[in-house]
């Protein structure tokens, strides 16, 4: 069995891989396996893998999973100590992993870890994706060192210090094979957005560490915020961001908190119409919230399981402020300003 391995969950990425994978082997293949799992693409990724990265293992999945479903079946067939979750547009530099695998080995209270994610682009820049690590607000907002909301700040070793997260960046996710496995992974209901936040939140409810290691820093293209006309995206991170909330939250705060994100993505919903003229988007948070609606109860036993196996009542880094109103109103735009 290996002690790390990093997969590479590929759906339709063809160029993404033929433009990274070469220095993600080349400076990994000391520490690491490689692996490429592939959720059916149709691009002739598996083709050019075979042809030009005969090196790097396949795994080839029988459907598109999505990246909860698609990690889930992929490392339930992989066995390692340690897994490495890397998306197919991250470049990496020179001994990347060492850092990370070091701190890990050294600190057995440690479930998961990240890099420094920064921008591919300028590499001065956090990217948005994870930047020095995640936190949630009181009512289920995510943000980072280093980013909150829309405001990306530029890294100058503000953030260099291994500290506590509640969730680890999913583009670049160091996580014990034991750890991951123990709480049963990904919740491939999600599909896609928001399933690492719930995975982490469910591992530090169990006492687990969540860090980020900036000794280690690698370069995402990603994404940004939410492309304009992809409802899609917005339906998944709705609907899944509330269901997280639904199976995490303790008794006593899920329906304040619940009653107050009722209002307030109504309020985005409206806002997303009236200010953006984004009509796909507006749709999008209505049909979350109904689908919301419509299965939560199907996460019921989760939240009961959740409840039995939880040994700390309330998780320091989800912060009992909303970053809305110290956003917005306040006028703080960065961690450490909402921090103070």
């Known amino acids: 069995m290996s002690k790390v391995v990093v997969v590479i969950l590929n759906w339709n990425g063809r160029e993404m891989l033929r433009k990274f994978l070469p220095t993600v082997y080349q400076y990994s293949r000391e520490e690491a396996e490689v692996w490429v799992a592939d959720n059916r693409s149709t691009d002739c990724s598996m083709e050019m893998l075979e042809e030009q990265f005969p090196q790097v293992k396949t795994l080839l999945l029988d459907q598109n999973y999505g990246f909860a ?26 001994h990347w992993l060492t850092p990370m695998l070091e701190l890990m080995e050294r600190r057995p209270d440690v479930a998961a870890c990240q890099p420094k994610l920064l921008s591919y682009y300028d590499h001065d820049v ?23 909301f829309s405001t990306v700040e530029r890294d100058n070793d503000q953030y260099d210090t291994v500290d506590d997260l509640l969730w680890a960046t999913g583009a670049c996710l160091m996580i014990r094979s034991k750890d991951f496995h123990d709480v049963g992974g990904f919740d491939d209901r999600f599909f896609a957005h928001n399933e690492e936040i719930d995975l982490c939140w469910r591992l530090r409810q169990r006492g687990r560490r969540i860090v980020c290691v900036p000794d280690s820093e690698v370069y995402h293209v990603g994404g940004g915020t939410l492309p304009q006309g992809n409802p899609r995206k917005t339906f998944l991170n709705f609907r899944n961001n509330l269901t997280m909330l639904y199976k995490n939250l303790p008794d006593d705060e899920l329906r304040p908190v619940m009653r107050m994100r009722w209002f307030l993505d109504y ?15 507006f749709k999008a948070i209505f049909k979350a919230r109904h689908a919301f609606r419509k299965w939560k109860h199907d996460f019921d036993k989760d939240r009961e399981e959740i409840a039995r196996t939880r040994s700390e009542s309330s998780v320091p880094e989800r912060r009992p402020y909303s970053i809305l ?10 961690f450490t300003e909402m921090e103070k």
């Open 69 to 94: 479903g698609g990690y889930n079946r992929a490392l339930s067939q992989i066995e390692a100590d340690y897994y490495v979750l890397l998306n197919s547009d991250v470049e990496v530099p020179h």
């Open 126 to 148: 956090f990217e948005y994706a994870g930047a020095a690590g995640g936190f949630l607000d009181r009512y289920g907002y995510p943000f980072c060192r280093g980013r909150v």
């Open 267 to 281: 309020l985005a919903a409206f806002e997303t119409l009236i200010l953006n003229r984004n009509v796909g988007d």
């Open 325 to 334: 109103w110290k956003y917005y109103l306040q006028g703080k735009k960065t």
